[in-house]
């Protein structure tokens, strides 16, 4: 996502090697996209967005392309995630899955964010969040507390997932899953929202191992679509 700059993103027509420039946000800039159309089938340019800049395109992009309110919620302020209803959400052009597993902040990258039951990458830097999960009093000896918060109304319940290394998957109707399932040791299941009690065990000999942990929350929204809604993941050390 790029705000208020001169220019926004280009290529270079001489590079030899794949240029893709998919799932971007221009936004207040002289020029969004600047340059000519590109004559080159190495260099695609899909599914972004360029909005209020003085042009937007600098040529007829193609149809994925979109010039409209990406609807953000502050970007002035530097808050460049969506609102709901986004025109972003599920709207990104699908990625390998090394580019798909987390969002610039860490994330689930790949969320059902239109509640159609299909799970898409979002286009802009931020995957759009309707459930979160939080830790509250982590320790060793301690109860702690994971937290699902939701934006929606949509009525969810959330299974608790635990592992001991992350992994990278995503599942075409569900989203992206940051655990590795093969060191999954504890599921648990809690009201979304609502927060799940873990008591961590006082073991001295583990201090330092990471203990991951991702909620996945599924329920049926408005539209009547049954959907999967995974968080982000969290990392604690022991």
Not at 84 to 105: E, K, R, T, V
Not at 163 to 183: E, F, H, R, W, Y
Request: hydrophobic share 35%.
């Amino acid at each position: 996502t790029i705000y208020n700059t001169g220019h926004g993103i280009s290529y270079d027509g001489s590079n030899p090697y794949n240029q893709f420039i998919f799932n971007n946000i221009v936004l207040g800039s002289n020029i969004g996209f600047p340059g000519s159309a590109p004559t080159s089938p190495q260099v695609m340019i899909e599914n972004n967005i360029a909005y209020n800049c003085h042009t937007n395109f600098n040529y007829t992009p193609p149809t994925s392309n979109l010039e409209v309110d990406p609807l953000l919620v502050n970007p002035a302020g530097g808050d460049f995630h969506q609102q709901p209803g986004s025109p972003c959400l599920d709207a990104g052009n699908p990625l390998p899955l090394a580019y798909m597993a987390n969002d610039h902040y860490g994330n689930a990258r790949v969320v059902d964010g239109d509640d159609d039951g299909l799970a898409r990458v979002d286009i802009g830097v931020h995957e759009f969040e309707d459930v979160t999960l939080s830790v509250i009093n982590w320790g060793m000896g301690q109860t702690v507390s994971y937290q699902f918060q939701q934006q929606s109304t949509t009525q969810y319940v959330a299974l608790l997932f635990f592992a001991i290394q992350p992994g990278s998957l995503v599942l075409p109707n569900i989203g992206s899953i940051g655990l590795d399932m093969t060191t999954l040791y504890l599921t648990l299941s809690g009201p979304v929202p609502g927060s799940i009690g873990v008591t961590i065990p006082n073991m001295p000999w583990l201090a330092g191992w990471p203990i991951y942990a991702q909620g996945l929350a599924g329920g049926t929204a408005m539209g009547g679509a049954f959907v999967f809604k995974p968080t982000g993941r969290v990392m604690n050390y022991l």
